[in-house]
Structure formats: C-alpha cells, structure tokens
C-alpha cells in the first residue's frame, strides 16, 4: 500500500478540505502528504487510520515507506498486510 493509497481512501466520500480540517490541518499541508512532498506525523496517521478504516499498522508501513530512499526494502514494506 501507498500512502497515496490511504490519502485516496480518506477522500474517497469526503473533500481534501473536509479531511484535512477533520485532522486539523491546512488543506495545502494535505495536499502536500498527497503530492509526496510531506510525510504526516505520527498523530495525523492515527486519524487518518481512524478515518480511512484502515488498520493503522498499514498506514504507518506505507507511511514510512515513503521515508526510504532504498525503493527495495520501501517495496517490501508496502507488500506486508495485517491479517
């Protein structure tokens, strides 16, 4: 999973507006997250693991995933599923 896949999911009944003032920040900082130009932090993955629905152990893979400049070993982790 791509973090690009979560952000999609979060705005997938609801405005990139509307999410990003669910999770208290600008609409140009989500966007950011969106375009790959920002990693969220910790606490905005918890909201978006608890917006989303998704389990949020996934959305920290493919959150960190995003970190890694090794595409190999960022690969592997966007692989891993929670069961």
Do not use: C, W
Not at 3 to 22: I, Q
Not at 38 to 55: C, F, H, V
Not at 61 to 76: G, S, V
């Amino acid at each position: 999973m791509y973090l690009s896949d979560v952000l999609n999911a979060a705005t997938a009944h609801l405005s990139g507006y509307a999410v990003a003032k669910k999770l208290g920040i600008s609409s140009q900082a989500f966007y950011q997250f969106k375009n790959g130009k920002r990693i969220p932090s910790e606490k905005i993955l918890d909201q978006l693991a608890i917006i989303t629905g998704l389990n949020p152990v996934d959305v920290y893979l493919a959150a960190y995933a995003e970190k890694l400049d090794n595409t190999d070993i960022a690969n592997k982790l966007r692989s891993l599923k929670t069961h």
